[in-house]
């Protein structure tokens, strides 16, 4: 059994560092998350059509104590972003040309919806979320806030196990522009039961800016799974 799995995305299509500054009135932050929750769910509407590469680079340990032998693989896919939504087509595995290979056919765990997907269930409004201010950041030199929330287990994250998929409760950090709410990082971590196959479930995704078709986007360009 795998103990320990390590899933890291790179898209082709930032430091973090602490920002001393005044903490925002309540109307700030009462405009700064309003701005952060429609940023999100309109995220997808956005975005025009286009193909992305992504290589998913997974390091995975037999035995967690031990940290020996770990097992390396790379997947490489073309994501086609059309009519609001994403459809993966395996290219690669391990360097070695992939013939009639699903994204759920790679085996492994695998990962899916960076490109808004998971920004949409988080701020969806039924699905319950709760949003707090935490801190002004400075990210890459620009000012930006961060909100710290949690989704409850009815619209969780899925955990797809050997015999059952469960929802599960999430919480994070989100990193938005204070400006106009454009996300730039999310942080995530699940609650995970005591009876689950899974130990943990981390997640971080970055966002940078991307040009298609001549108009600048904040498109994902890393995604690390632990």
Not at 31 to 57: E, G, H, M, S, V
Request: with cysteine.
């Amino acid at each position: 059994m795998i103990r320990l799995l390590s899933l890291s995305c790179i898209f082709f299509c930032a430091s973090l560092t602490s920002a001393k500054a005044q903490k925002p009135d309540a109307a700030e932050q009462f405009r700064a998350l309003a701005a952060l929750k429609d940023y999100a769910l309109n995220y997808a509407k956005r975005l025009p059509n286009f193909i992305c590469t992504q290589i998913t680079q997974r390091t995975s340990y037999p035995y967690i104590e031990i940290r020996e032998s770990p097992h390396h693989d790379a997947i490489e896919e073309e994501i086609t972003f059309a009519s609001h939504k994403e459809t993966y087509k395996v290219i690669k595995i391990n360097g070695a040309a992939a013939t009639n290979v699903r994204h759920d056919q790679v085996g492994g765990i695998i990962s899916s919806g960076e490109f808004g997907s998971l920004l949409a269930n988080t701020f969806d409004p039924d699905a319950g979320g709760e949003f707090h201010w935490e801190r002004t950041a400075n990210r890459n030199g620009n000012k930006a806030y961060v909100f710290v929330f949690r989704v409850p287990q009815m619209k969780g994250y899925a955990l797809v196990e050997t015999r059952r998929t469960l929802l599960v409760p999430y919480k994070g950090r989100i990193y938005a522009d204070a400006e106009n709410g454009a996300v730039e990082r999310i942080e995530l971590e699940c609650e995970i039961p005591r009876d689950s196959e899974y130990k943990e479930l981390e997640i971080t995704l970055d966002y940078k800016p991307a040009e298609v078709a001549g108009r600048g986007f904040l498109l994902p360009s890393h995604y690390h799974l632990h």
